[in-house]
């Protein structure tokens, strides 16, 4: 299994930027994924994750709800993360992971329900 991210970068605060996971080495379409970050000094935390059948199965942690876009391609075998608005606060790297589980349902928030992780991608904010 391989989670390979990358779009991350530098940008203003109100500024957008879109994030990519390329999967390799498993079914992707049979998988919920997420997206994580973690900033200096911090515990990971949960940012996104879409359920394997796609569709309107997205959540979010609250703190980027109307804000984050999570979504994916399963002929491209990505994930993305658009991410709009963003604020200093958003700071941290960012990792994308695969869930425990084939068709695994259900809201899957928990660092432990993950088994595999990409390298992660720095999103900086700041003016």
């Known amino acids: 299994v391989q989670l390979v991210e990358s779009g991350g970068g530098l940008v203003q605060p109100g500024g957008s930027l879109r994030l990519s996971c390329a999967a390799s080495?498993?079914?992707?379409?049979?998988?919920?994924m997420g997206w994580f970050r973690q900033a200096p000094g911090k515990e990971r935390e949960f940012v996104a994750a879409i359920n394997w059948w796609s569709g309107d199965s997205a959540y979010y942690a609250d703190s980027v709800k109307g804000r984050f876009t999570i979504s994916r391609d399963n002929a491209k075998n990505t994930v993305y993360l658009q991410m709009n608005s963003l604020k200093p606060e958003d700071t941290a790297v960012y990792y994308c992971?695969?869930?425990?589980?084939?068709?695994?349902?259900?809201?899957?928030?928990?660092?432990?329900?993950?088994?595999?992780w990409g390298q992660g991608t720095q999103v900086t904010v700041s003016s």
């Open positions: 992971a695969k869930t425990q589980g084939f068709r695994r349902r259900g809201e899957i928030r928990r660092i432990d329900d993950y088994d595999y």
């Open positions: 080495g498993f079914t992707f379409s049979s998988y919920s």
